[in-house]
T-cell receptor
Framework: DQQVKQNSPSLSVQEGRISILNCDYT??????FLWYKKYPAEGPTFLIS?????DKNEDGRFTVFLNKSAKHLSLHIVPSQPGDSAVYFC?????????????FGKGTKLSVIP | DTGVSQNPRHKITKRGQNVTFRCDPI?????LYWYRQTLGQGPEFLTY????????KSRLLSDRFSAERPKGSFSTLEIQRTEQGDSAMYLC????????FGPGTRLTVL
């Protein structure tokens, strides 16, 4: 039973346009969400997080939106750059914002085309 | 100290052998985690330490897997009697809050 789902295994976007990566979750107890970016041969890198008390969190070109009623979150990257090409994972901790025992989605591979 | 380090980066072993991986966390982080990642999947949680105490180990894949964190600093993950299905990337992370990951150890069991 996959509690965090990323249904798009890949996404291609032109440089300068917006990238939108989606994530759905099934566990209504999740109250904190994180996005990680992973380059080949490297470990995941923390990108941005959001608490369930918010519906939006922004950090530079990266914005995460949370729709609790739909159990859906999305990561927007604008403008997209070739260096953003990586696999993006959505994750949630099993016990709230204490952030241990993360449950990850399968990831979405983003390709930004110059 | 610029981040989480893991050694070795790659390990090739024969089925039935024991392997041990090391993780050095970011020095001020009190929590340390081990994950496994296989192709096409996200990282899968294995176990977690707060300082030297192993607070969650029920997700270790079998009794062939064990982890230690003596003195609450570095940690080791050991796999005994390796099987081909153990081939994967083993990731370590540390945190106060958001988890910071190391580069991983890629294990290949022949």
């Amino acid at each position: 039973d996959q509690q965090v789902k990323q249904n798009s295994p890949s996404l291609s976007v032109q440089e300068g346009r917006i990238s939108i990566l989606n994530c759905d979750y099934t566990n209504s107890m999740f109250d904190y969400f994180l996005w990680y970016k992973k380059y080949p041969a490297e470990g995941p890198t923390f990108l941005i997080s959001i608490s369930s008390i918010k519906d939006k969190n922004e950090d530079g070109r990266f914005t995460v939106f949370l729709n609790k009623s739909a159990k859906h979150l999305s990561l927007h990257i604008v403008p997209s750059q070739p260096g953003d090409s990586a696999v993006y994972f959505c994750a949630a901790p099993a016990a709230g914002a204490g952030s241990y025992q993360l449950t990850f989605g399968k990831g979405t591979k983003l390709s930004v085309i110059p | 100290d610029t981040g989480v380090s893991q050694n070795p980066r790659h390990k090739i072993t024969k089925r039935g052998q024991n392997v041990t991986f090391r993780c050095d966390p970011i020095s001020e982080h009190n929590r340390l985690y081990w994950y496994r990642q296989t192709l096409g999947q996200g990282p899968e949680f294995l176990t977690y330490f707060q300082n030297e105490a192993q607070l969650e180990k029920s997700r270790l894949l079998s009794d062939r897997f064990s982890a230690e964190r003596p003195k609450g600093s570095f940690s080791t993950l050991e796999i005994q009697r390796t099987e081909q299905g153990d081939s994967a990337m083993y990731l370590c992370a540390s945190s106060w809050r958001e988890q910071f990951f190391g580069p991983g150890t890629r294990l290949t069991v022949l």
